[in-house]
């Protein structure tokens, strides 16, 4: 099984601040990494897929960089709507698995 | 506008059985390969099992194997897990997702079906 490690945990920054949440798996999947966003009593929501495909919709702050077994989701410049819990998610290997989620808190 | 309905999601004792089930509309149902994913609560994202568009290929998790079935009706649009054994651990929201363009990303989700394993 991939274990995909993300980090940090928590994030705390503020508003118009450069955050990077990285996500380490444990061998290589290639670029079958995508990264959703999770807001409070919501469920998920697909932000970047296979590494750094844009999705329509989604704000251009977000993006994603990496191949093999690192990768980073960049939000280029914090707003308080971002507030959420991200995962990154490997479809490379059977069985699929996720990260354990980075916390972002705006101060 | 794709939207993913679950249902199906209640309070069940330990060994017990339960199926829940996922309408779709806003989209032509069977070109998509469909996925239901849970969370415990207060934890993270676990990926339950996949189904192709036409059900003849299907995976699950290791935890969840044996004991789970996943599967679909293309005429009604809709996918189902058949859960029997169930466990305090399978208490989670149920969620279902669409595949992508590619299948393997997890495009749309649900809003979620809570199943409570507790006697």
């Known amino acids: 099984e991939v274990v995909l490690t993300q980090s940090p945990d928590f994030q705390s920054g503020t508003p118009k601040e450069k955050v990077i949440i990285t996500c380490r798996a444990s061998q290589s999947i290639g670029s079958s990494l995508h990264w959703y966003q999770q807001k409070p009593d919501q469920s998920p929501k697909l932000l970047i897929k296979?590494?750094?495909q844009s999705i329509s919709g989604v704000p251009s702050r977000f993006s994603g960089s990496g191949s093999g077994t690192d990768f980073t989701l960049t939000i280029s410049g914090l707003e308080a709507e971002d507030a959420a819990a991200y995962y990154c998610?490997?479809?490379?290997?059977?069985?699929?698995?996720f990260g354990q989620g980075t916390k972002v808190e705006i101060k | 506008e794709v939207q993913l309905e679950e249902s199906g999601g209640t309070l069940v004792q330990p060994g017990g059985s339960l199926r829940v089930s996922c309408a779709a509309s806003g989209f032509t149902f069977r070109s998509f390969e469909m996925n239901w994913v849970r969370q415990a609560p207060g934890k993270g994202l676990e990926w339950v099992s996949y189904i192709s568009t036409r059900g003849n290929t299907i995976y699950y998790a290791d935890s969840v194997k044996g004991r789970f079935t996943i599967s679909r009706d293309n005429a009604k649009n809709s996918v189902s897990l058949q859960m029997n054994s169930l466990r305090a651990e399978d208490t989670a929201v149920y969620y279902c997702?669409?595949?992508?363009?590619?299948?393997?990303?997890?495009?749309?989700w649900g809003q979620g079906t809570l199943v409570t394993v507790s006697s």
């Open positions: 997702a669409r595949g992508g363009e590619k299948g393997w990303e997890l495009d749309h």
């Open positions: 998610h490997q479809s490379g290997n059977l069985p699929w698995t």
């Open positions: 296979y590494a750094s």
